[in-house]
Nanobody, 116 residues
Framework: QRRLVESGGGLVQAGDSLRLSCVASIRTFRMGWFRQAPGKEREFVATISWSGDATNYSDSVKGRFTISRTNAKNTMYLQMNGLKPEDTAVYYC????????????WGQGTQVTVSA
């Protein structure tokens, strides 16, 4: 059973927007988004605390992407605006299942492709 399920990926043009969602079937604390482009290592995109008060972004997406969550729906989002071809990657949702864990649960990923 998949504990984290991502959706919302797709093929868009540069400058377009997408919103990714991640639905959790487990209790989560900190959550985050990561991505992996072809031939590259997986990289951090953004994280959000359980309350949503604390967020953190990579420099490459700061000002364009917004991470948020709705705990009542066990769902985390990534609003991506001003998409660039270099944002093309598989985007993964990750979560801490305990306050002291380090992203011990991962989704299977959703593909985002941005054409020039």
């Amino acid at each position: 059973q998949r504990r984290l399920v991502e959706s919302g990926g797709g093929l868009v043009q540069a400058g377009d927007s997408l919103r990714l969602s991640c639905v959790a079937s487990i209790r989560t604390f900190r959550m985050g988004w990561f991505r992996q482009a072809p031939g590259k290592e997986r990289e951090f995109v953004a994280t959000i605390s359980w309350s949503g008060d604390a967020t953190n972004y990579s420099d490459s997406v700061k000002g364009r992407f917004t991470i948020s969550r709705t705990n009542a729906k066990n769902t985390m989002y990534l609003q991506m605006n001003g998409l660039k071809p270099e944002d093309t990657a598989v985007y993964y949702c990750a979560a801490d299942s305990r306050p002291t864990s380090e992203f011990d649960y991962w989704g299977q990923g959703t593909q985002v492709t941005v054409s020039a």
